[in-house]
């Protein structure tokens, strides 16, 4: 197995604010697995405030380079299972190979994912779109902008009020909020009845990460599903957010790929948790490995795409919402302009 990457910038339509800051770009990996002239693909963005970029993404490829490419290739588990030891502070690295793995895995077998997985892809949630923080009139144009079924309405300012009820003058769509932990639990529950009034159908990670003693409270006061995200990063967080959310937000990039993603999945399932799947500003690679997981989700934040300027590649198309496979094998995707590689 021979692994080549690159370095993209993939430019934002409009700059892209959430309570954390703003950026006009997201920076990402990209791998490429190779044996025998068949070649998986993997994606990973680099996010601040987990502190991975990139370049700390590139320097341990070029580390363990010999032992990322010596490993016997069976099955995309047992490859996992391998990274995950010798890469064990990267999962952001680990989750593109990963996934470059099962990409590499269904063109093998000459299948797409859902089919190796027996998922019957025409069903499964559709698909929000994201508006981030901005002026209410930008934001309003955004919506306009873009018609869409369920919007994902990034707050954490003094004006979250005013903003959902603005927006709400202006379609009868469903509303998700994600406050990316910017609120305090006694602030939740005094919005909580414009939160209802304006149709919020979700609240994705209200407080800070390890705010849990407010997350319980929240938990037994609000009458809108709470879903963890910054405080669900890895499968040893989904039993811990049993009594504080409602369900769990899944990242890819977060949670080190494909291989955990389906263990979690399972195990909120058992207990009883709602589970969603988001992104991190993908392109169509990455997205890719979330569409072949729709059917075995309750809810999908996977506009990466769309927010973009220019993708990196083709396979997947939306129409209002609903998310469409190209059926080609593995993730289904044929990348752009692959003569930037290393």
């Known amino acids: 197995m021979k692994i080549r990457y690159w370095h993209q910038h993939l430019k934002f339509t409009h700059p892209f604010t959430i309570s954390k800051g703003t ?16 070649k998986g693909y993997g994606e990973a963005p680099a996010i601040n405030y987990y502190n991975i ?14 032992m990322i490419e010596k490993f016997a290739f069976t099955s995309p588990e047992r490859y996992w299972h391998y990274l995950h030891h010798l890469l064990p502070h990267n999962p952001f690295l680990v989750c593109a190979l990963d996934m470059a793995a099962w990409d590499f895995y269904g063109k093998v077998r000459n ?18 779109f994201t508006i981030g923080i901005d002026t209410i009139e930008k934001m309003v144009s955004k919506m306009e902008e873009k018609p869409w079924p369920v919007y994902k309405i990034k707050l954490g300012t003094d004006k979250d009020v005013e903003i959902l009820q603005s927006l709400r003058k202006h379609t009868d769509a469903i509303f998700r909020v994600d406050a990316n932990a910017a609120w305090k639990a006694e602030d939740v529950l005094k919005i909580m009845p414009a939160l209802e009034e304006t149709g919020v159908e979700l609240i994705e990670q209200p407080l800070a990460k390890y705010d849990w003693e407010g997350m319980s409270v929240l938990y037994k006061a609000s009458p809108i599903p709470l879903i963890a995200d910054e405080s669900c990063v890895s499968e040893s967080d989904v039993e811990k957010c049993v009594g504080h959310f409602h369900g769990i937000n899944i990242k890819l990039t977060k949670c080190s790929g494909i291989t955990p993603a389906l263990r979690m999945i399972e195990n909120a399932r058992e207990l009883g948790l709602k589970v969603m799947m988001g992104c991190m500003n993908e ?14 989700l309750d809810y999908v934040d996977m506009d990466g795409p769309l927010l973009l300027a220019e993708d ?11 998310v469409k496979l190209s059926g080609g094998v593995g993730l289904g995707v044929i990348l752009l302009n692959q003569d930037v590689r290393q």
């Not at 997201?26 to 002239?37: F, H, S």
């Not at 970029?53 to 010999?66: G, L, N, P, R, W």
């Open 23 to 38: 950026k006009t770009h997201q920076p990402t990996l990209i791998v490429e697995l190779e044996d025998r002239g068949i």
């Open 53 to 66: 970029t990139v370049e700390k993404m590139i320097a341990d490829i070029e580390q363990k380079k010999s």
């Open 111 to 128: 299948k797409p994912l859902y089919e190796l997985w027996k998922l019957d892809i025409s069903k499964g949630p559709i698909t929000d």
């Open 283 to 296: 392109s169509s690679i990455g997205s890719a490995a979330i569409a072949n997981m729709l059917p075995l």
């Open 312 to 322: 990196l590649a083709t396979g997947i198309g939306y129409d209002y919402g609903k």
